[in-house]
């Protein structure tokens, strides 16, 4: 062995993880990889839409995700001074 290990990338998503938080790794016309972190809209027509924690909706076509999974809620703000 030579000690590196190959990434494998999974796509554990699908359309009935509307509504849940997602992570997604996509490849962009680059070559390069991008992520996208936020809720699932939707994932009709081969598109996934996004919503980001921003308020930003993002729209990814299916064959450019390469990897996605389901990932925890975000936690909620840290009160301060309490």
Do not use: H
């Not at 699908?14 to 936020?38: H, I, K, M």
């Not at 809209?41 to 980001?52: D, M, P």
């Not at 993002?58 to 909620?76: D, N, S």
């Amino acid at each position: 062995m030579s000690g590196r290990f190959a990434a494998r990338l999974v796509v554990s998503i699908s359309s009935a993880d509307v509504g849940q938080r997602v992570s997604l790794r996509r490849r962009l016309p680059t070559g390069e990889y991008s992520d996208v972190v936020g809720v699932l809209e939707s994932w009709s027509n081969k598109t996934l839409q996004v919503r980001r924690r921003n308020g930003e909706l993002v729209e990814v076509p299916e064959e450019i995700v390469v990897a996605g999974k389901v990932v925890p809620p975000m936690p909620p703000p840290k009160r301060r001074g309490v």
